[in-house]
């Protein structure tokens, strides 16, 4: 009997802490319901399409097809997430990707054949060149948002057109051969199985995320988009740290060009037009709140990985990439229909809810 | 300051319009004088006609585009709706082999253009989500029925009635070298919208509640406005006016093809801005707008006259777009009364020194 009372005891108090748990999981705000509704959707997807086509779907090949075309989108999708973080947007990061690849392609290739040992061996300070024309794209994008005060979507509406034409000036409209061997050579590495582009995209994603919650710009720029009006009255120079967003966004799409590059030894002007809405939609299903103040890199990095399983699983089980673009686009609605109507739920209990958790937070 | 010059200063103020209108019409002349200088053959009626013809498509797109800008929103779903509208009633038409003319197309494509925007408003307005992310949801969820459930194949062979008025000019002039100027008809309607839009924009209760909406919408509400009516139709609007502006663009290319436009909608975005439409909402005019449009035509067509490679027509509207805005931003900064909303605190700053 005794024992009986205490498997029931300790089953009650199992069931409290899980449930605690998944509460803890669930109600921490906005930010962690985009990761831990994003890592659901993956996983479901996962499950879903193993189900219906396992040999295709768990396929070596697919699966680490997967992980090798999600790397440049993610770490855009990150970089996206930064500037709207802020409250902003940046479209011309697709372009700034493609203008840093254009041009490690080009000085390599031209060095390459004037001397191609001469070429090899500088070839870290060409890949630097290109994260270097990121580095200026996001200051001169930084410097039109944050002193001159255009507005970022208009900003970068006009730095994407200027970067891409200067894009297409370079090339003159055709796809350039001849990258670094050195990067294409990564592209076929791995460990274990996981792909290089992978293993760096989680690197990235990492430092990213380390970047955001644990230095004091990460926070200043949290802070920033949350409450402008409070971060300013609170000692934050409101225009370093938007400043310090785009260039550190513009850096990151140079880092997606070099991506780019490992991927696919070509470059162009037009690479990946289709990613700048994309982009978009990825960091808005991974938890960030367009108008500023939420995010977590994890969500959007779970929300690129969601996606692309999608994606993968869509032409698994032959659907059409044009059924993919609608499951996309009912995605990203329903999505935010649900996260309005949560919201507006929270709002009306909010007294509630807040009086049990300082209840909780007391015990 | 004495009183002569501020009747001087009133007069440029004048001039110059509520949206910048005079300076950017003198761009225009500029534009215009400068390649007309580098290379006289450009300085010809032909040129104007072709770049009106140009013109057609943009402008029309650039209309909705603009209510919905005025509103205070965005809209990126305009070109998946144009194509979705036009392509599906070419295809219904054609495989029913009827033609009801140019008119009977156009007002079927516009129902079709009505109910997709209906569909943006219903979203945006009924959950005041942010309109790029629903625009750009829709656009996705738009492009990707037409294609996988209407037709994804390209249609060489539109009803013939639209052939007809591809042929159609209405005015053809003949130069001494035998050279003729051909203005299309599709240019009388387009500049019949225009001159709608603006009508309505100005004069009914509709057009100032899109402007009041788009100043403060919570003010606008407690005025009396209805809102979340003002935004549906203002979608289902923008929607019609896409589907127009599809159906033309049908006929102007005589095809239909289902991969069309959508790719392209920043681009008549930055028209818009550039005729001096505020992004926040609240501000912006047809006539400003229709001059952005022109300016992004010339550049687009001419500049290659003035020796300028084709190439660089983008960084060129890019380069046109951030100064456009960058002036107006600087201004709005100097006399710190219109609203932004990332410079928020900067201002606050501003004005606390």
């Not at chain 1, 070099?258 to 938890?287: C, E, H, K, M, Q």
């Not at chain 2, 294609?147 to 159609?168: C, H």
């Amino acid at each position: 009997m005794n024992e009986k009372r205490e498997i029931a005891q300790s089953a009650t108090t199992f069931n409290k802490q899980a449930d605690s748990l998944v509460r803890g999981l669930i109600g921490r705000g906005r930010s962690s319901h985009g990761t831990v509704r994003m890592f659901v959707i993956l996983l479901g997807a996962f499950a879903f399409f193993t189900f219906l086509e396992p040999e295709i779907f768990l396929n070596p090949v697919n699966l680490s097809n997967i992980m090798i075309v999600s790397p440049e989108i993610g770490v855009l999708s990150v970089a996206m997430m930064l500037a709207m973080l802020t409250g902003g947007i940046d479209l011309s990061i697709v372009a700034i990707a493609n203008l840093s690849a254009i041009t490690i392609t080009t000085i390599y290739s031209e060095m390459a054949a004037v001397d191609q040992e001469q070429a090899s061996s500088l070839v870290f300070v060409i890949i630097g060149l290109g994260l270097l024309v990121g580095l200026c794209a996001g200051l001169l994008n930084g410097v039109l948002i944050s002193y001159v005060g255009i507005a970022p979507i208009l900003a970068t509406l006009g730095t994407m057109q200027i970067f891409n034409g200067i894009a297409i000036v370079w090339t003159g409209g055709k796809t350039l051969y001849g990258a670094p061997e050195h990067l294409s050579m990564l592209g076929k590495v791995g460990i274990l199985n996981v792909p290089f582009l992978f293993l760096a995209f989680v690197l990235i994603s990492i430092v990213v995320a380390l970047f955001l919650n644990k230095s004091s710009l990460g926070r200043k720029t949290q802070l920033l988009g949350s409450n402008p009006v409070a971060a300013t009255y609170s000692g934050i120079n409101p225009r370093l740290v938007l400043m310090s967003t785009y260039v550190l966004t513009g850096f990151l799409g140079g880092i997606a060009g070099i991506l780019f590059l490992v991927r696919n030894p070509t470059s162009s002007a037009d690479y990946g037009s289709s990613y700048v809405l994309l982009v978009i939609v990825i960091a808005v299903l991974g938890g960030t709140n367009p108008n500023g103040g939420f995010a977590t890199v994890a969500g959007v990095v779970l929300a690129t990985l969601a996606l692309q399983t999608l994606a993968s699983g869509f032409s698994a089980i032959r659907l059409s990439a044009y059924e993919y673009a609608i499951a996309q686009g009912t995605i990203l609605i329903s999505v935010m229909i649900l996260d309005q109507l949560s919201i507006n739920r929270r709002r009306k209990k909010s007294p509630q809810v807040k009086s049990k958790r300082v209840m909780n937070e007391e015990a | 300051m004495t009183k002569s010059n501020d009747g001087v200063f009133m007069t440029l103020a004048r001039l110059r319009g509520q949206n910048n209108e005079g300076i950017l019409a003198l761009v225009l002349f500029a534009l215009i004088g400068t390649i007309s200088f580098l290379n006289p053959v450009f300085f010809s009626l032909s040129t104007l006609f072709s770049t009106m013809r140009g013109a057609i498509v943009p402008l029309i797109f650039a209309l909705g585009v603009l209510i919905v800008i005025i509103s205070g929103g965005i809209d990126v779903s305009f070109a998946a709706i144009a194509v979705f509208s036009a392509y599906t009633t070419v295809k219904f038409l054609n495989d029913g082999e009827i033609d009801p003319g140019l008119l009977g197309i156009t007002i079927i494509a516009v129902l079709f253009g009505l109910v997709l925007g209906f569909f943006n408003g219903l979203v945006i307005s009924l959950f005041k989500l942010p309109t790029l992310i629903v625009t750009l949801g829709t656009q996705s969820l738009f492009k990707g029925i037409l294609l996988a459930y209407i037709g994804s194949r390209y249609i060489a062979n539109p009803p013939l009635s639209l052939d007809e008025v591809a042929k159609t000019n209405v005015l053809t002039i003949i130069g001494d070298d035998g050279r003729g100027a051909y203005l299309h008809v599709l240019v009388i309607p387009a500049f019949i919208l225009a001159v709608l839009v603006a009508w309505m924009l100005k004069r009914t209760m509709f057009g100032r509640a899109i402007y009041a909406i788009g100043g403060d919408s919570e003010a606008a509400r407690r005025a009396g406005f209805p809102v979340i009516r003002v935004q549906i139709f203002v979608y289902g609007l923008a929607g019609a006016l896409a589907a127009i502006a599809g159906v033309m663009h049908v006929t102007l290319g005589r095809n239909a093809n289902p991969q069309d436009l959508v790719g392209n909608e920043l681009d008549v975005i930055a028209a818009v801005v550039l005729g001096g439409a505020s992004v926040f909402g609240g501000r912006g005019s047809v006539l400003g707008t229709t001059l952005g449009v022109l300016i992004i035509q010339v550049i687009n067509n001419s500049l290659i006259l003035a020796g300028v490679p084709t190439a660089w027509q983008r960084a060129a509207v890019g380069i046109l777009l951030i100064v456009g805005v960058g002036i107006q931003a600087l201004s709005a900064k100097r006399k710190t009364q219109t609203r932004s909303t990332t410079p928020i605190a900067i201002r606050m700053l501003e004005d606390k020194s």
